[in-house]
């Protein structure tokens, strides 16, 4: 059984890395600037061009090379991905261990906050958060990682109390070790199997939370590429022109399905508890 499930760890783990690859290779092309178009260079002339040797994509309905701005997109998806689950993975940490290991009030009081929130579509609280204080890439990434942040608390909270009782803690406690350093050196560790999987699902999920946000018009702001505002803008020319939708949307896929594939690998090869 556990050979087996080994076997399918890497199976996922070899696709995973396998899709996201693409995403990381359009990441590093974007930083180095080994495309031939500027992304937000508008040409008249060259509106609505099939892909070709010339623009492998293809063009927009304003000429600008839709290979270049596929690129260019991949950096701000990472970016808001990665950014907004590290400030949910912060406030998580902040939020959800102190809650498991004191319980009592300090646990109502802060699961009643994480009730609360996750009461609520997260999408729309992201989009209301931003359209409050207006859309921009930092007020994108601050909303994600506030609406994300009681999901990881919950884990934090769950994890620690399935460890409380552990023999090791135990033994710390009646040693008057600190609680801030029983649940960073010692609780901390010991939560990553359950946390991996989280933290690679988060940032599947604020992929395409951030890609409805800009696809609204309340994400990546123009003249910046991302991946919903460019299948947004691509709507009037479906029939006409369907690469506008194809490319960004495959990229996308390919990035979200990478990241389900790492969740699962990390689900299945991290089940066992480290000491």
């Not at 600037?33 to 937000?40: A, I, M, Q, T």
């Not at 988060?202 to 890609?211: D, I, K, R």
């Not at 020319?237 to 990229?251: D, G, H, K, S």
């Not at 996308?252 to 089940?271: K, T």
Request: proline content about 5%; hydrophobic content about 50%; charged content about 10%.
């Amino acid at each position: 059984m556990r050979t087996s499930l080994q076997h399918n760890s890497r199976i996922y783990m070899v696709v995973g890395f396998s899709l996201l690859a693409v995403i990381f290779i359009a990441f590093f092309i974007s930083l180095t600037h080994l495309y031939r178009y500027d992304p937000n260079s508008t040409n008249a002339a060259a509106k609505l061009l099939a892909p070709s040797s010339d623009h492998l994509f293809g063009t927009d309905n304003l000429g600008r090379d839709v290979f270049s701005r596929c690129m260019e997109a991949s950096k701000y998806t990472l970016l808001v991905s990665f950014c907004g689950v590290f400030i949910a993975f912060v406030l998580g940490t902040v939020l959800g261990m102190p809650a498991g290991y004191f319980g009592g009030i300090t646990d109502k009081f802060i699961m009643l906050i994480s009730n609360s929130v996750m009461c609520f579509p997260g999408i729309l609280l992201a989009l209301v958060a931003v359209a409050v204080f207006g859309p921009s890439l930092f007020n994108v990434v601050w909303a994600l990682g506030l609406v994300f942040a009681p999901t990881f608390a919950r884990v934090y909270r769950t994890g620690v109390i399935g460890l409380s009782s552990k023999e090791y803690i135990l033994h710390a406690k009646v040693l008057k070790v600190s609680p801030i350093r029983i649940m960073l050196l010692h609780m901390f560790p010991n939560l990553m199997p359950q946390l991996l999987p989280a933290i690679v699902i988060g940032l599947a999920n604020m992929t395409l939370f951030e890609s409805g946000m800009s696809y609204l018009g309340l994400g990546v702001q123009p003249p910046h590429a991302s991946y919903g505002k460019m299948l947004a803008d691509a709507q009037s020319y479906m029939t006409m022109a369907p690469w506008l939708i194809v490319f960004p949307a495959l990229l996308l896929v390919i990035y979200v399905l990478g990241l389900y594939f790492l969740s699962e690998a990390a689900r299945l090869s991290f089940g066992g508890e480290r000491r």
